[in-house]
């Protein structure tokens, strides 16, 4: 199988999910240490990437070391760092409501963006949306009716409305729950507007993000998820190589139905040393 007239031996450099791919919930799935390890004594460089801005890429990085995958921060990339470091470049002086977690508040304050607090008790009044440049919605856990109604008054006098992600639910141990997608849905619906910016996958801001942390075109890299309409889209849409593993979201039914098809569909990540490393 060839892409671009280069063999997939060509691959440098390898992209992974987290959630559903290289772990669920606390535990690594079965053969992600293992796997993960042989890539990288090969020589080959290892990025992860989430679209969870539940917490700063520190933590993803620590979650990784503890559960035998070594990790700096510098080696994730989350849908908040993405979307911090793009309205950093071109909105810098919005002011933002976000439906988010704390975590997410101090990721795109690091970026410098004037994040709006929330100083009111009263679980009905809303922040004057009059003072509102930008919504934000991400996953979060603590959404309540006062956010809710707060991005609406903001949206429905202009404010720009943004996204980390638009995944629909996230999994976890014994299911899925929400996820910001089903946020973004709710306020289109009642707004009548589209979301504007999506930072997370697939869009191509994190695959540049990722790309440029690489250091390598995109042919030279694999795009390894268990989501087909993300992680798979964005590496096709970046030009590299995809390889969905079925230990998440998607069957194999659904991929051998996707068009185009990913170029390789894994029971697990120990496969990947085979097609990789050619052993």
């Not at 559960?67 to 810098?92: M, N, Q």
């Not at 949206?155 to 299911?175: E, I, Q, V």
Request: charged residues 25%; hydrophobic residues 40%; contains cysteine.
């Amino acid at each position: 199988m060839k892409k671009n007239n280069r063999s997939f031996t060509s691959i440098q450099g390898v992209v992974f999910d987290l959630d559903g791919t290289v772990y669920l919930g606390e535990a690594a799935l079965p053969t992600a240490v293992e796997a993960i390890a042989a890539l990288r004594a090969a020589g080959k460089r290892v990025i992860f990437v989430s679209n969870k801005p539940l917490n700063p890429r520190r933590a993803y990085a620590e979650k990784l070391t503890r559960l035998g995958i070594p990790a700096t921060a510098d080696e994730v990339i989350t849908s908040g760092y993405v979307l911090g470091r793009r309205l950093a470049r071109t909105a810098p002086h919005q002011r933002l409501f976000v439906i988010g977690e704390a975590p997410l508040l101090a990721e795109l304050r690091s970026h410098g963006l004037d994040v709006i607090d929330d100083l009111h008790q009263d679980p009905m009044q809303v922040i004057d949306p009059s003072g509102i440049d930008g919504v934000v919605v991400a996953f979060d856990r603590t959404l309540d009716y006062k956010k809710l109604n707060t991005a609406y008054q903001a949206l429905r006098r202009g404010a720009h409305f943004y996204a980390t992600n638009a995944d629909k639910a996230c999994p976890m141990p014994g299911g899925f729950i929400p996820d910001a997608g089903a946020t973004i849905a709710a306020l289109e619906h009642i707004t009548g507007r589209k979301v504007e910016l999506v930072a997370g996958k697939p869009s191509s801001l994190t695959a540049e993000a990722t790309l440029e942390r690489l250091g390598l075109p995109p042919e030279r890299c694999l795009m390894v998820g268990d989501r087909l309409e993300t992680d798979i889209r964005m590496g096709q849409q970046a030009g590299m190589w995809t390889a969905v593993t079925l230990t998440g979201a998607s069957t194999r039914e659904e991929a051998e139905r996707l068009k185009p098809a990913p170029d390789f569909i894994v029971d697990a990540l120990d496969e990947l040393v085979e097609i990789v490393l050619g052993k």
